[in-house]
């Protein structure tokens, strides 16, 4: 019976994430391929149309055919311009307005209230509003992502500036630091953790933002080109687009996270 | 400073926007008919009260919400113990876990719009979906903050796995799960709105404002809006009392 | 008392994988213990004596020789023997009594009945009058009393306390030595302690086993004939004392 306990409450409670160097790495692949062979098999074996469910060979078909005709390559490109143009917006409103709501008590009482309502109403219902003001071109999609990135990376900035032990800031005065030194030697030690989060979180939601976008109200971009599948019905294409976009936002996460771990390392153990 | 100066600092910004649209409204500068005015706004929010039609269409939302995230919420707890609890589960899932959390929710709309119709169920179930994860997640951190001492206590005094569930597991990671069932109920309300959005029309406040977008009412815009955010608030405000009245009394909780 | 064999130890080692190599903690352990009998374990650090009452536990099974407990091979951890950690290890989620009845998951006993003995016990280690508050409303002694009383439930014949009060300030700690004391001298079970404080070994046992580190052995068995309540004054128990000290100082320096 000990034994049962045991698996009921196992002591190496490893994180979701299947350790990449050790032998957890190989069962943590196991489950994919499996899943996949089955796919392969279900669909092969016409258990289930390919109208639903097209197979996984179908799917790589469809992606290599988007590759081909140059739709892929332009689709990526026009997301992926809208999303840094919108990232590079919103986190330069943002990073500002962090500093400045976490600097000053009056902009932070004039302010801030507003910016934390606007901040309660969820992205999506400013969807439609900034589709009135804006239309459906390119600045909707510009401002929507600007938006989605502002919040977080506001906050955090706001929140990782106020974090700052008042006995590192007494620091600077006390060895009368210029403002240039007391902010590069203190201060962004100091916050560049916290803000890099924001940074990070603001990516991600701006990824999922300009998709939704795209889906809505768009002429162009891996979102449009997923609803034009959709309307033709075609699920293999759908699939081979889905991929992509859960491809790019992985890769622009993990990109993300690994400088996350270089900044650990040079700025961890922090406040 | 005190409050009323605090309060009227933090309502100056709003009062102060709030004023130039109306004036420039009421002078003409813009066009009402495009750009509304805060009296146009507060007008639809009163037709819009006053007319039954829109309580139908909220409490259609409200509903398709609440089935969705419950269901979520049904599906998640479970599978989050199991994945909690077990190494081998997650070990298996792990992978699969981690790309569903950056794939953008959304992009399951168009296949699940296929796979499950365009109508009533296709929401439902999308909202079920964005309500499932953040509890799944959520509670595998739950079961991960157990302690592992209370393990050995477990193995002490020779508890069956019935009453390890129901005393140690459960409670123990009562926090994670509230947690995530927060979480749903907030994201749950979005998938809502985002499932009228996308989904086939149908009667619900997502469905109106978009109808207003179309016919590009901006004072109904704003006005739904604002009930679309109340909500939300409304929604968290009830969530945050629930952890509060459950994890009462067991303050420093993972002791 | 009677001086029926309770607990035999018979050549027993454990050892450890450790870094690189293998860790020796006890080597050739031999032991006897009777019937209501209050041995004590001291050591420095790394002495093994806390991996002894594991073993004894049944936490952990050794590497060879065995463990016989009422007559029976110990094979895992059971009802006859409880055990009391340095941290109380009291479920932060149920109250006291809930803790309490925690042990009591596997008997047969009706909920009266439970409840009776809850109530018994509580009365015993003087906590009847927190029963319903939570451990984080405890102070320390308090909770390491109700540990106790959750050791002592399922009426063991014998009670393992691994440095029970080394987490607590010195005065609760010699309260505590002092309601061990009547505890076990109402209850008359058998108890093995395992301290780094000699005095509480001197004044709470009625013989004290000697560890030496590395590898952890018996060093030597002193037989503690002074009557009860002991005086932690009298000149006799003082001169036990040192005589322990000088003992463990030796090996402290031979490490």
């Known amino acids: 019976m000990s034994q049962a306990v045991n698996i009921v409450l196992d002591r190496r409670q490893s994180k979701v994430r299947a350790p990449s160097l050790r032998l957890g790495a190989l069962r943590g692949v196991v489950a994919p391929l499996v899943l996949l062979a089955l796919w392969q098999f279900i669909s092969a074996r016409g258990l289930v149309s390919s109208l639903v469910l097209p197979s996984p060979v179908q799917v790589l078909v469809a992606l290599r055919g988007l590759a081909e005709s140059g739709l892929l390559a332009s689709s990526i490109a026009i997301s992926l311009r809208r999303l840094f143009l919108g990232y590079a917006l919103g986190v330069a409103i943002g990073l500002p307005l962090g500093v400045l709501l976490a600097a000053s008590s009056l902009a932070r009482k004039l302010i801030g209230p507003s910016f934390y309502a606007t901040a309660r109403v969820p992205l999506l219902a400013w969807v439609p509003f900034l589709m009135v003001i804006f239309g459906i071109g390119e600045v909707l999609k510009l401002f929507i992502i600007a938006k989605a990135v502002l919040t977080p990376v506001t906050m955090n900035t706001e929140r990782a500036i106020a974090a700052i032990p008042a006995g590192w800031r007494e620091l600077g005065r006390m060895y009368r630091l210029s403002a240039f030194t007391s902010a590069r030697r203190i201060l962004l030690p100091a916050t560049i953790l916290p803000v890099f989060v924001g940074l990070r979180f603001g990516l991600i939601q701006a990824w999922s933002v300009l998709i939704v976008v795209e889906l809505l109200a768009s002429t162009r971009g891996l979102g449009f080109q997923l609803t034009m599948a959709r309307q033709l019905f075609q699920l293999d294409t759908m699939m081979a687009l889905m991929l992509v976009i859960g491809v790019i936002g992985f890769v622009l996460d993990r990109g993300l996270a690994l400088a996350e771990r270089v900044l650990v390392r040079q700025y961890g153990g922090g406040a | 400073m005190n409050r009323v100066a605090t309060l009227s600092l933090g309502l100056a910004l709003p009062l102060a926007v709030a004023v130039l649209w109306q004036a420039a409204a009421s002078t003409n500068l813009i066009d009402v008919t495009q750009w509304a005015s805060p009296v146009l706004v507060v007008q639809a929010f009163g037709t819009q009260f006053a007319d039954p039609q829109f309580w139908t269409d909220l409490s259609d939302s409200l509903v398709r919400a609440a089935l969705g995230t419950t269901l979520g919420v049904i599906a998640g707890i479970p599978l989050g113990l199991v994945l909690g609890l077990s190494r081998h589960v997650r070990a298996l899932f792990a992978p699969i876990l981690d790309a569903a959390k950056v794939i953008p929710f959304f992009t399951w709309v168009p296949l699940l719009s296929v796979w499950a119709g365009s109508g009533e169920t296709g929401k439902i179930i999308f909202i079920a979906l964005a309500a499932a994860l953040p509890v799944l997640f959520s509670t595998i951190e739950g079961v991960f903050s157990i302690q592992p001492r209370h393990r050995e206590l477990v193995h002490l005094l020779r508890l069956r796995p019935v009453t390890v569930l129901r005393r140690v597991i459960l409670p123990g990671a009562a926090p994670g799960i509230l947690r995530g069932v927060h979480l749903a109920l907030l994201y749950g309300w979005l998938a809502t709105i985002g499932a009228e959005y996308f989904f086939e029309a149908g009667p619900g406040i997502g469905g109106n404002i978009m109808g207003a977008r179309e016919l590009y009412e901006l004072d109904v815009v704003v006005a739904d809006m604002i009930v679309i955010g109340l909500i939300g608030i409304l929604l968290d405000i009830l969530a945050h009392g629930v952890e509060r009245y459950w994890l009462r009394g067991q303050g420093g909780h993972s002791a | ?255």
């Open chain 3, 1 to 255: 008392m009677s001086m029926q064999e309770l607990l035999k130890l018979q050549g027993v080692t454990k050892g450890f994988a450790h870094g690189g190599g293998q860790v020796q903690a006890l080597c050739n352990i031999d032991l006897t213990l009777a019937d209501g009998e209050f041995l004590a374990f001291v050591g420095a650090s790394g002495c093994g004596k806390s991996t002894l009452l594991r073993l004894i536990a049944g936490l952990e099974t050794p590497d060879t020789g065995s463990i016989t407990l009422g007559g029976a091979p110990v094979a895992g951890p059971s009802p006859a023997c409880g055990m009391i950690f340095q941290d109380h290890r009291l479920l932060p989620w149920l109250t006291v009594a809930q803790n309490i009845d925690l042990a009591l998951e596997n008997s047969w006993l009706t909920r009266a009945e439970r409840n009776r003995q809850i109530a018994e016990h509580l009365e015993l280690v003087g906590l009847s009058a927190f029963a319903k508050a939570y451990p984080r409303q405890l102070s320390g002694g308090m909770a390491q009393r109700a540990a106790i009383a959750r050791g002592l439930i399922t009426r063991p014949r014998l009670l393992l306390l691994d440095e029970p009060f080394s987490a607590l300030d010195a005065l609760t700690r010699t309260r505590l030595q002092n309601e061990l004391q009547s505890i076990w001298a109402h209850e008359k079970t058998a108890m093995v302690l395992v301290t780094h404080d000699v005095e509480e070994a001197v004044f709470l046992a009625d013989r004290i086993v000697v560890l030496a580190p590395h590898p952890g052995r018996i060093s030597n068995i002193v037989n503690i004939d002074l009557p009860r309540p002991r005086s932690r004054e009298a000149a006799e128990f003082v001169a036990l004392k040192a005589g322990l000290l000088r003992d463990l100082e030796a090996y402290a320096e031979a490490a």
